[in-house]
Nanobody, 123 residues
């Protein structure tokens, strides 16, 4: 079972991008999901997480008010809407499925990872 992230690309400062994450089969419907990012030379950062049913979300302070995480369980998709983008948002973004149904911010709490999608913000 694989996760596939898509929607990355090049955007300008202040612009928007929407990332999507799909699973190869409906294997994560009861798992919390998360979006992480890693910029060159920096550690992996948890950007947003969402519980199995979407009732609980958490957003990193660095993107709070600009990014929104959501999921469509019927379609087995998880989204990351990114608005008011900044150059420091440039990174490879990964979606991941947690080991449990509850949200978690530590990478070790996640058992399956997508391949990553590059997001580049130009000033």
């Amino acid at each position: 079972v694989q996760l596939q992230a898509s929607g990355g690309g090049l955007a300008q400062v202040g612009g928007s991008l929407s990332l999507s994450c799909a699973s190869s089969r409906r294997a994560f419907s009861i798992n919390a999901m998360g979006w992480f990012r890693q910029a060159p030379g920096k550690e992996l950062e948890c950007v947003a997480t969402i519980s199995w049913n979407g009732s609980v979300t958490s957003i990193a302070d660095s993107v709070k008010g600009r990014f929104t995480i959501s999921r469509d369980r019927a379609k087995d998709l998880v989204y990351l809407q990114m608005n008011s983008l900044k150059p420091e948002d440039t990174a490879v973004y990964y979606c991941a499925a947690a080991r449990t149904s509850n949200t978690a911010s530590e990478p070790r709490s996640y058992r399956s990872w997508g391949q990553g999608t590059q997001v580049t913000i130009s000033s």
